[in-house]
């Protein structure tokens, strides 16, 4: 019989989460790390009992931890992110000049057949892959060539923080950093072209220029690869040429601001995203906490809110905290920054917290073990 | 013919972070070449518990990170530079190196 373990990343520590298919059970395990900030725990397809965890530490710096047995153990592996050769400057706040400066890993992407292949997406913006189960890491310099000197970081610091691998070819990888924009490569990572084409952000002096734009999250259903959605800092888009091109979907979205986003894990059509109010009040409008669906693609939502507080809920659901599940009626599942996470084990149509009161949840992954 | 300078046995005390990810005693023994200095000391404590490299100074600037402060004697050496010597009492294993987490909250 199936199982579920859900990987909960906090400002405070990691936790595990466990249940049989029906989902309404849960095992607590926990905290891991405690203390450090988990940016993102991520199990290998290959191995599922792979696991990479990012602890982070404004005091200590960056760990990866690595367990080979679902989370029962860990070990450090390797913490040496690098950048190739000289990596010259961006633009900092001010405007001047800054040298790139490692801070910290926002998400780990492994490989869907090799175990010891993982990608790191690393703030300043870069990103670093392993071939060694983490041991070390070696930058795909070319990403920052497509204008990295005039990347600037928004308030949340300049992040990679999305990496899609397409299932159907190894060459292909799309990434996604905070107001740089969105990027894609053909060639495994040697080459990198901005896919920004129909983004349209006021925030920036030309609203439509080739890179800046803000995104904050990109979801792809392995079944069809070309077809990307994307939560913008403010926008609901869509893409059906692998980032070619976008255009808006947020139709009629109370807000179209917000952070995180998922795709249905058997509907390459059903989108989920959760409504955030505005860039600086980040919380749900009206103080209802709603998942809002769409089951054609975008522009079409409806409200989910079977279980979730519909007064005064005024948490925040970051761009890594949603994930679904691959069982027959797929799970969908997200964490709060006031420490919920909830799980619909009905594709959205009802939700009922596992816990209600973790840390600030940062990231939520999925693993649907056999 | 040079004579052989023996090394110097520092005590380190670490914070609570740093322990737990070393899997080690708080409070270490190390030794650590003369002129002791910071530089020497983290040198050693790196060489006997890698798990700690770049959390206490940057690996490829070897600055201080940011939010560590080093303390000993009552004084903060967190400024001191890296191969100035440490205190007397400090090499001399008396009294205590603390690598401490910075203040930080509201």
Known sequence: MSRIRVLVGTRKGAFILTSDAARRDWQVAGPFFGGWEIFHIAGSPAHPDRLYASQSSSWFGQVIQRSDDGGLSWNPVGNDFTYAGDPGTHLHYDGTPRPWEFKRVWHLEPSPTDPDTVYAGVEDAALFRSTDGGASWHELPALREQQGAAWMPGAGGMCLHTILLDPTNPQRLYVAISAAGAFRSDDGGTSWRPINRGLHSQYIPDPEAEVGHCVHRIAMHPARPETLFMQKHWDVMRSDDAGGSWFEVSGNLPSDFGFAMAVHAHEPDTVYVVPILSDSEHYPPEGKLRVYRSKNGGNDWDALTDGLPQQHCYVNVLRDAMAVDTLPECGVYFGTTGGQVYVSADSGDHWQAIVRDLPAVLSVSVQTLP | ?106
């Open chain 2, 1 to 106: 013919m040079g004579t052989q300078i023996d090394p110097a046995t520092v005590r380190v005390v670490l914070p609570y972070p740093l322990y737990t990810l070393a899997q080690c005693a708080a409070e270490l023994a190390l030794a650590v070449p003369r002129p002791v200095t910071l530089a020497g000391v983290i040198d050693a404590l790196e060489a006997a518990h890698p798990r700690l490299i770049g959390a206490v100074r940057d690996r490829t600037t070897g600055k201080r990170r940011p939010l560590v402060r080093f303390y000993a004697c009552q004084d903060d050496l967190s400024n001191l530079a890296p191969d100035a010597p440490l205190p007397d009492a400090v090499a001399a294993g008396r009294e205590p190196l603390l690598v401490v987490g910075a203040i930080a909250g509201g």
